[in-house]
T-cell receptor, first 114, second 112 residues
């Protein structure tokens, strides 16, 4: 149990285009999901906390207009990278909270912006 | 603020060697502590956790003890296998908080 999926696993796009990444909790409902970014050989950096039915909470330094988060249902959160640029290339990971202080992670999405 | 400091890698060990990956933390309150593992090409998986001082988390032969006096949560395994090759992340979640704070990760390679 407690499986989280992400789609797509890899995406390559041209600079200036927008990319949507989906995060789904497959066998449980999650009122809270998280989006992380992982740079090569570095740790995960929390970008935002996504709450079902309400606006996401963004961490300091993360542009909310660039990284749009929607958590429309208890099993789905989406991250849209708008007007992507090469510096947005990274590994994006979502997680879903099953219970207090316990998160389950998706396999990640590697975004490459040309 | 909350933070986690983790032993830098990479670490290369021979099969059946003893493993220690150091992790220390800074937190207000009483955090829960975690070790996550990321196998090549996969997402993070919870390896073990401890929610209060002196608790020992264990799984798959790995152990870590929550030491409040030294603010540490070192990961150990008595005899590593090739299949343990992965990146290991230490993390904390402060009491009442939703999010996790991660260390920088330690890449472990076990050679036959």
């Amino acid at each position: 149990g407690a499986v989280v999926s992400q789609h797509p696993s890899r995406v390559i796009c041209k600079s200036g285009t927008s990319v949507k990444i989906e995060c789904r909790s497959l066998d449980f409902q999650a009122t809270t999901m998280f989006w992380y970014r992982q740079f090569p050989k570095q740790s995960l950096m929390l970008m935002a906390t996504s709450n079902e039915g309400s606006k996401a909470t963004y961490e300091q330094g993360v542009e909310k207009d660039k990284f749009l988060i929607n958590h429309a249902s208890l099993t789905l959160s989406t991250l849209t990278v708008t007007s992507a640029h090469p510096e947005d290339s990274s590994f994006y990971i979502c997680s879903a909270r099953l219970r207090e202080a316990e998160q389950f992670f998706g396999p990640g999405t590697r975004l490459t912006v040309l | 603020g909350d933070s986690v400091t983790q032993m830098e890698g990479p670490v290369t060990l021979s099969e059946e060697a003893f493993l220690t990956i150091n992790c220390t933390y800074t937190a207000t309150g009483y955090p829960s502590l975690f070790w996550y593992v990321q196998y090549p090409g996969e997402g993070l998986q919870l390896l073990l956790k401890a929610t209060k001082a002196d608790d020992k988390g264990s799984n798959k032969g790995f152990e870590a003890t929550y030491r409040k006096e030294t603010t540490s949560f070192h990961l150990e395994k008595g005899s590593v296998q090739v299949s343990d090759s992965a990146v290991y992340f230490c993390a904390l979640s402060d009491a009442g908080a939703n999010n996790l704070f991660f260390g920088t990760g330690t890449r472990l390679t076990v050679i036959p």
